[in-house]
Nanobody, 121 residues
């Protein structure tokens, strides 16, 4: 069974940086897209950034110019570099991967357990 292992969360002061990493526990046959979502207490989960296998990226307006998403297709790994962090960025960040486990499997999405990012003022 596929598991997405996240790392890199923590506590940082406003203006600081953090880097998140997410890797699949097993090799996947194909991956269509990878991304990061976040959810603050009492709020809906929202898109942070996504990247396709071809390298096309998409960012939420609130993080443009500050966050950078990247991926290593051979390692089934996606990264999120977060700079100039603000208290508003405080949330649980979830890794998401859309792809096939085998060539005969259906395309579906997999989610990480989430990692806490806390930005102090």
């Amino acid at each position: 069974q596929v598991q997405l292992v996240e790392s890199g969360g923590g506590l940082v002061q406003a203006g600081g940086s953090l880097g998140l990493s997410c890797a699949a526990s097993v090799r996947m046959s194909s991956i269509n897209a990878m991304g990061w979502y976040r959810q603050a207490p009492g709020k809906q989960r929202e898109l942070v950034a996504t990247v396709t296998t071809g390298g096309s990226t998409n960012y939420a307006d609130s993080v443009k110019g500050r966050f950078t998403i990247s991926r290593d297709n051979t390692k089934n790994t996606v990264y999120l570099q977060m700079n100039s962090l603000k208290p508003e960025d405080t949330a649980v960040y979830y890794c998401n991967v859309v792809g096939r486990l085998t060539k005969l499997s259906i395309n579906r999405d997999y989610w990480g357990q989430g990692t806490q990012v806390t930005v102090s003022s």
